[in-house]
């Protein structure tokens, strides 16, 4: 096996040229999107895609355009909550791959699409001894190709729906230098307050611009009597927002229906726009835009 010492030059790759080129594939691509937004948390299983997607919908509801990037490679959802059947065919012609039509417009790319069966799982390599290292070197690399090569056109919105764990902002950084900005996302237990504090410092030691700490599943209005009760123990989530120095940006209460597919294939929000749960998506989207302007 060589080592660096024994490649003269680049070895003969042209590295810096390919490095290049990608760079203004991927600016390509990006150019017509006013604003790349990134949802995300530390801690899986918070609500970041079920945020992602009720706010794109709130989004097109205010007349803009908006697309989701699913960048959760090992356990993708967008596809399925916007409605996209396994069954639909990517488009993929000269120019890339075009993104799949979402409900209500919203444009969509998410590993999901490319799998082959609905229950198929992302299998980075058939090698059980594969390094942790080697895994994670082709995960950035198919999230880089998806960047790369997906036609949004002209959006006003980018979604970006992140993966857990914090590190995970380094390599969307690396992809999308010019995000908008990112909005974080808790429930009150103490387990995710402790996780999502550590990205919120990690983004705030990279120069990440936040727009904001949202509380999820905040707490929870019993359908029959309409009493409101909590859902988890945890300090304020307010509280985490001050200690970091960032904005508290809104408490979304937990309903059923969030996670109930509707008749109409719609989203949630939707069809509840003036429920609790809406109003408090449509807060979270308001300081997305008052955050932009
Ligand atoms: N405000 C909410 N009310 C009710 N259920 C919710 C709410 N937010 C998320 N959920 C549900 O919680 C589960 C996890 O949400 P998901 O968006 O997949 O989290 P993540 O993307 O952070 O892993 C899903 O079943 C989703 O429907
Ligand atoms: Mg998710």
Redesign the pocket.
Known sequence: MKTYEDLAGDGGSNIVEQVQNLGVKLRSRLDKIKYKICLM?GK????????TANIAACLVDKGYTVGILDADLNGP?IAHLLGISPDDKLVIDESGIQPGNGVHGIRIMSMDMLLSSPDQPVMWTENAEASAVWVSTMESTALRELVADTCWGELDFLLIDMPPGSDRIDNIRGLIPELSGVVEITIPSPLSQHIVSKSITKNSKMGVPVIGLVE??ASYVCPHCDKEGELFEGDDVETLSTRKGIPFIGK?????R??RKTDSGGLFYMEHQESP?GKAICTVADAILNFIK
């Open positions: 948390s899986g299983g918070v609500g970041k895609s079920s945020v959802s999820n599943m979304i209460p937990f309903d059923t969030v996670s749960t």
